[in-house]
């Protein structure tokens, strides 16, 4: 690869909370059609976020943000995260978070093409249940929960990020076209979502000075 690194892609992610108040058979990828009515006690859910640099919200901004991005690049964003907190009805104890993502790449003709290259190398959603610690690996769809030197695990294909295309890369792509559904979420307990990312090598020069703008969606269900 040739060229100015100065002139590479630059990549901006921001956070949002796009819908909250519904139950787990209004994600439109999972039951086709109209929604049917929540019931009452699952319309008054709120979900809020952090960074590490902004307080309590409906969104963040600029929470991984990475300049002269050139293929074959990765970024680790160490100490960057999304803070997800939820607050339930009293009769309602625990929900379900979804994650997807939308973005603005290249041109509005093919906003995937960059898409296919910003690798996710690295994606986990932590939690507290019962007391306990627990992450889930994105990447894989298994939860890892330690307790006095002890492990347990569990598996869900509704927590890994399926590579939809088949093209031997886990991209935005891949999480706009298949969301995460149903992490566990508990009310009053705070959870966080990190990641690393890769703009892949075989990335052409037809991205230099371009901006690659992600916006990760979260929404809260009722369980």
């Known amino acids: 690869m040739t060229g100015n690194r100065a002139k590479y892609l630059l990549l901006v ?4 909370v796009v819908a ?18 929540p019931p009452a006690q699952c319309t008054r859910l709120d979900l809020k976020l952090c960074d590490q640099d902004e307080r309590w919200g409906d969104g963040v901004s600029e929470t991984w943000m990475a300049s002269d991005m050139a293929p074959g690049d990765e970024f680790a964003f160490d100490g960057s995260f999304v803070g997800l907190a939820a607050e339930f009805p009293r009769r309602v104890s625990k929900g379900a978070i979804g994650i997807t993502c939308r973005y ?3 041109t509005v003709a093919q906003p995937d093409r960059m ?12 939690y507290t249940r019962n007391g306990q610690e627990w992450e889930i690996n994105l990447l894989t769809g298994i939860a890892t929960r330690a307790t006095n030197g002890h492990g347990s695990t569990s598996f869900s294909r509704d927590w ?3 590579d939809v295309d088949r093209d031997g890369r886990i991209t935005f792509s891949d999480l706009k076209r298949r969301p995460l559904r149903d992490l566990p979420s508990l009310s009053g307990d705070e959870a966080s979502f990190q990641m690393s990312v890769r703009f892949d090598q075989a990335a052409g020069n037809e991205f230099q000075a371009d901006t690659f703008t992600l916006t990760m969606v979260y929404t809260l269900t009722c369980g």
Do not use: D, E, H, L
Not at 28 to 36: F, L, Q
Not at 119 to 124: D, E, K, N, Q
């Open 104 to 106: 603005n790449a290249w």
């Open 20 to 37: 909250s108040g519904s139950i787990r058979a209004a994600y439109a990828w999972y039951v086709p059609g109209y929604p049917p009515r």
């Open 160 to 162: 890994q990020i399926q």
């Open 115 to 126: 898409a296919k290259y910003m690798v996710i190398t690295a994606c986990t959603y932590q």
């Open 13 to 16: 992610v921001m956070a949002v």
